[in-house]
């Protein structure tokens, strides 16, 4: 095996060991308390609203099917040998993405740290949106090369979830930069560059 492809086959790896393991994390949230969670620092008010609490709990569990489901769809044997499971698997990937979006979307406006974070956040909903329903509607169209390139943006954008909880703790425990800030610049810093990697992958990989 030559070197380009040993380093694609661990970047793959590390990938989807990182898909997994924060893909499973919301499991976490059965049952906790909400002031051992980000819930314990939204107002009391917030903690009333059954709409947000149905939102920030959708939110979470079909974001954390995104990231597990998604992440199959990038494999290459998957795709020739188990045609009919890369479509089911996509089918949930693109509902879990729409629900997911549009709940994070609204929670995004209640983001701990303001008017910054929450427009990092919306504007991330929005993009995946966007992405996630050109893959769906190119592949309607039969045009695999634009599935594909939209599907790398959309999952680019979701691994937004595994950057933000990877620079979280830098920031605050290495960096020694207090909570909110770090939440303020990773609002924004955990999606931007993911998109950028993903449209210079594209050109390099793909044209
Ligand atoms: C890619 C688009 C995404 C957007 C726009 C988004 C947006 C948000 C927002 C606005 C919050 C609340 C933040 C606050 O109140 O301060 C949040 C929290 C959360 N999100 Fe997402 N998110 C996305 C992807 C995901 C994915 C794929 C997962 C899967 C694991 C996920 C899991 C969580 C969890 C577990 C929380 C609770 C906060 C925590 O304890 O870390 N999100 N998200």
């Given at each position: 095996m030559d070197f380009a492809k040993a380093r694609l086959k661990t970047g793959y790896f590390f990938l989807g060991l990182f898909a997994v393991f924060i893909g499973l994390y919301?499991?976490?949230?059965?049952?906790?308390?909400?002031?051992?969670?980000?819930?314990?620092?939204?107002?009391d008010t917030l903690l009333r609203s059954s709409i947000y609490l149905t939102a920030f709990y959708t939110h979470i569990f079909l974001g954390g099917l995104a990231l597990l489901t998604g992440?199959?769809?990038?494999y290459k044997t998957l795709r020739r040998k188990r045609l009919t499971l890369h479509r089911a698997l996509g089918k949930i990937y693109v509902i879990a993405v729409l629900l997911s979006g549009l709940a994070g979307l609204g929670i995004a406006f209640f983001?701990?740290?303001?008017i910054i974070p929450s427009l990092g956040f919306a504007g991330l909903a929005l993009l995946w949106l966007y992405t996630t329903a050109n893959a769906y509607t190119s592949i309607k169209k039969t045009d695999i090369d634009a599935h594909q390139r939209w599907m790398i943006r959309s999952y680019a954008l979701c691994f937004a979830a595994v950057t933000l909880r990877l620079y979280l703790p830098l920031f605050t425990?290495?960096?020694?930069?207090e909570f909110i800030l770090s939440y303020k610049i990773i609002a924004w810093l955990c999606w931007v560059p993911n998109i950028i990697v993903a449209e210079i992958f594209i050109v390099r990989k793909l044209s």
């Open positions: 919301p499991l976490r949230f059965i049952g906790l308390p909400y002031e051992e969670s980000l819930l314990g620092s939204k107002p992440f199959s769809q990038f983001a701990t740290g303001g425990g290495l960096l020694n930069i």
